[in-house]
């Protein structure tokens, strides 16, 4: 697999310089600065990729190309922001990106509850804690009917949560949720995020496949004609929150998706960490099935608990198995004769990290120390007799 890295571009605190020393060669990145809808100018572009070959690593994947809000609901403008998603794809195949990572999630990106989560070791890592979503869902955004969402001692849980939160805790994991987290285009204060919320008040989860389906339907063509190959990326977490449908969460999800839209270049980000927060997902199998179309790999591993809490663990580690994994994808490269770029994901903060500013996630140390496990466990592979 080729060993690539994310980059949040040159506001990054990890630098394209400190990726190289990890041992990666392909970086993995964005335009962030653009708005969400907005064409992305062949200009622009070209400039970023220059900087990325100039440091000596290579622009191997777009994560991401942001699917508009009113694309997904199929609201105001989204004809012409579908244009719009048309020509960017246009402008970076001109400049030999041809892997371009997305998601439809509504509204919010990935989303934890304490970014900061602190591990017996000392390091720390992402938290995804039920309770605290529940304390944020129904106590302090008050969203109609949210009660309905958890059960009971879930509920119980989360209003001892609420009373026990001091007014700077309720601020904290307010950012936490809407405006803190790396790659999220778009922040929110508590009353935006109510109203951008009202929009779905109307799509369901079949509603929702329907605009994934549609939005594809006018986006792969474009994609086959120019060499490009869309990967979504799965739902993190894989399972409703706050009230809204998530529809790539499983693997009856992803056999829908290619089934719907049956081409060589409509295919998926293989996410071990999101899909592995769930114990109905088979990864082995799922690389065995859908590996034809699987353009693009994140490694990590989470470990998970009855009530649907979890943590990123370290990659060798939690309910993701890693070594059987990265054996299954090995032979689907050999099979496909074609090199899948992988990154390690969401590293934990460790030794310098701890004392540094770091995008939540996305540490140097602690990522270095992921892609060292991962290349390990690759090297082994290639080199049983």
Known sequence: MEQTMRWYGPNDPVSLMDIRQAGASGIVTALHQIPNGDIWSREAIAERKHMIETAGLN??????????????TRTGNYQQLIENYKTTLENLAAEGIFTICYNFMPILDWIR????????????????EMKALAAF??????RENAEASYPDEILEKALLHYKSMTPEDIALLKRTILDNLPGAEVGYTLEEFQEVLNTYNNIDRKKLEEHLMLFLNEIIPTAERLGVFMAIHPDDPPFSILGLPRIMSSAKDIARILTDNNSPNNGITFCTGSLGVRAD??????VEKF???IHFIHLR???????GNFYEANHLEGDVPMYEVIKKLMTLQKKRNKVIPMRPDHGHQILTDLNTKTNPGYSAIGRLKGLAELRGVMYSLQNQH
Do not use: Q
């Not at 509850?113 to 992402?126: C, I, M, R, S």
């Not at 869902?137 to 008050?142: A, E, N, S, T, V």
């Not at 997902?281 to 799922?286: M, R």
């Open 113 to 128: 509850t304490d970014l900061e989560y602190k591990l017996p070791n000392g390091a720390k890592a992402l938290y995804f």
């Open 59 to 72: 622009w191997s994947v777009v994560e991401s190309v942001p699917v508009h809000e009113k694309i997904k």
């Open 137 to 142: 869902d129904c106590f302090i955004l008050k």
């Open 301 to 307: 591993s989470t470990l998970r608990d009855m009530e």
């Open 281 to 286: 997902n088979d990864l082995v199998d799922i």
């Open 291 to 293: 590996g034809d179309h």
